[in-house]
């Protein structure tokens, strides 16, 4: 079916149902205004929005249209985890190619909601519109945290232990099996694919944090590490220590990169998409997080490092040696 | 100037600048973290969200940056004072093929900047990153209103006057010399140009309107009259009659008509962009509203017909006789 088939106006009735799938309470208006109402919560209000173009962020013949909308909606909600708060609502621009198939846009959505409605989020609006030629999905998602509770990247403290909420450089590793169309054995394929099309959340994780008092900055790593930590020293004033051996890659990982080349720890430095949180966290609460996260999601932390005085990342080496760590992460205009 | 010289930092960093114009208080933290956070005021938040793409809805060589920046910003906050609501905070999510120079990129984010500061809008975030082949401009802007003030299409009642705050088809006009590269004398062309390039706001007739409780339902004239009007019929479960004869048409529409063709009515109709307010008021409130519009703003309310019982929307000619108006509107995926 095309979508001049059913029109603007009843392919949002087609999308608008099942939206409503959050705590709705808040919610005056959603779809089908000039604009979303809802009700302030008391405390402070969270907003980021992500911008998703075929061709840049994803190949419509690698992706399915249900990871797609999936993985749409799950770097936002990454991104409300990394402020520590609860997502509330998301809205939803598409601007679509003639020849994509109503069909095809079905599964976008389903992957939304079906995600949405595990984490209780209402999808309240967006906009929908043709495209020349790439498909352009743009998100945002509002959350809530109570003052007091929010996580920036600004407040990381001398003496802090770094901890990431899982391994490092898979969807990296993901996204070289799909551009290189690499065979490998699906053991070892489908855990780094899904790592890249359909990255974990850490919703649970990142109120454990909030509210506990230990966790003094946190992040999500969505640029690569080396990139993404480098914004936490830049706008807490410090510097950072990583130690290479407790750099937590996956067995997964190091299979790629023998078969195919490469190297796992340049991938966990430098690769983009993880989703993993990194939280800086006083001494004292590494250990009590760890056991709490256990309990409650039954994942757990790694503890990569610490954060020093002075600025920049440094890798320590397991010979104790200390070498400045140069690479860059992800910049979206850098020349290549 | 081009992005990969200064990279995707260098330009958040040169974009960030002069982008906390409006009120501060409330906002925590803007550009910089993995989210915005604002204090939530005491009332109903509104968010609105606007996707445009190059090809679609502009031609990079038909609008200068300053005013697709302007214009961008200006749709949402049409949409804002289509709620009755007052702008709060401004989303800028850009992907930028990559031969569009920085300067181009200053130049639309100087008109948002401006625009913001005239109507005291916070930037507080967005997303930046490559596009293959269009530029893409998502915005999303917030909004606030008192309880009990909101302005949705649902209220319409019997009787009330339809009311719009400008005249129609401009913007149609407008975009009619753009696309047929029509040769027009300056004084004819120019206000449609403006019409279509750079759309007034209603942002003080809004609150107006908001306030005064004669105003039961309102959109913004984004899709043209009939398809917008047949949202607030359809929404609020009534028929409207239009008045032809009392429908504002501008003297360099029907010049345009006269020396290209065309019907001007049908451009008042169908055509989209006037982002003019159409407002469905109790009848005992359009004059009073129009004199504190008159004396607040120096512009004008004009009554173009009444909400009546039933459905759909119908014409009403000087001699009486009504048509049952059938054009949609602007529909983005209709075939053509």
Not at 105 to 115: E, R, V
Not at 216 to 221: G, K, M, N, R, V
Not at 289 to 305: F, K
Request: proline residues 5%; hydrophobic residues 45%; charged residues 20%.
């Amino acid at each position: 079916m095309k979508l001049g088939d059913i029109g603007e106006f009843g392919f949002i009735d087609r999308i608008a149902q099942g939206c409503l799938v959050g705590e709705p309470s808040h919610v005056v208006r959603g779809i089908g205004d000039d604009a979303a109402v809802v009700r302030c919560p008391h405390g402070l209000l969270l907003i980021t929005t992500d911008l998703l173009i075929e061709r840049v962020h994803f190949l419509r013949p690698a992706i399915s249209p249900t990871q797609l909308g999936t993985k749409a909606l799950a770097v936002n909600l990454s991104d409300i985890a990394a402020m520590g708060g609860t997502p509330c609502d998301a809205f939803v621009s598409i601007a679509i190619p003639a020849e994509v198939p109503v069909e095809e846009l079905d599964g976008i959505y389903d992957g939304m909601k079906a995600l949405a409605r595990r984490t209780g989020v209402n999808i309240l609006g967006g906009d929908t519109t043709r495209s020349s030629q790439d498909l352009c999905l743009n998100l945002v998602v509002t959350g809530f945290v109570p003052e007091g509770e929010a996580l920036y990247r600004s407040g990381a403290r001398v003496g802090d232990r770094i901890v990431v909420t899982g391994t490092l450089g898979d969807s990296a590793g993901g996204l070289r099996i799909l551009l290189e169309r690499l065979e490998l054995p699906h053991e070892v394929a489908a855990p780094l694919l899904a790592a890249h099309l359909e990255p974990e959340l850490y919703l649970e994780e990142a109120r454990l944090f909030a509210t506990s008092g230990w966790a003094h900055a946190a992040i999500d790593l969505s640029d690569g590490l080396a990139s993404d930590l480098g914004h936490v020293c830049r706008a807490s004033g410090v510097g950072a220590v990583v130690d290479v051996a407790a750099l937590p890659l996956s067995a997964e990982l190091g299979e790629l990169c023998r078969a195919a080349g490469g190297d796992p720890l340049a991938l966990a430095l430098g690769g983009g998409e993880d989703y993993r949180l990194l939280v800086a966290v006083a001494p004292e609460g590494v250990e009590p997080l760890t056991r709490s996260v256990a309990a409650a999601t039954g994942r757990r932390l790694y503890e990569i490092g610490e954060v020093v005085p002075g600025s920049g990342i440094r890798l320590r080496h397991p010979d104790g040696r200390l070498e400045p760590l140069t690479l860059s992460g992800f910049d979206h205009f850098a020349h290549r």
